[in-house]
């Protein structure tokens, strides 16, 4: 096989195995009537669980995105009531969101359809292939 053709399968390959995790997530969303919701909804959420109050910059680096697409996460989370947002006392400049009393009930759900997909991840790859494809993506991440 070509060595141009096994770099573009890498590609392809990434993009399929992101296709069915958000389809995964996706469907599990709306299955728990949560349709509302996307995969980077869960991740922004469950980020704000780990951590009592978060700027948007914060977040923003805690779930690898741009602060622009957070934001847009967030005012959406905002509509739904499961965060709230205020101005820092200490910077006006600066956003703290955190979770509202309905999204710390949330939790719970996505951190079992979270779980689920590990599940099956887990029913696919064996502990040492997982830890080699996380140390193959990071490095492709870092390099980026």
Known sequence: MPQNFAGKKVVSQL????????????????ARGLGELAPSHGEVLLALHLNEAMSMQQVAHSVGRTKPTVTVLIDKLVALEYVRKRRSPDDGRIFQVSLTAKGKRLIKQLSEISDNMHSKIDSILSATEKQKLTQLLTKLIKNW
């Open 15 to 30: 993009s399929r195995a992101r296709d069915y995790t958000h389809s995964f997530l996706s469907e599990a969303l709306s």
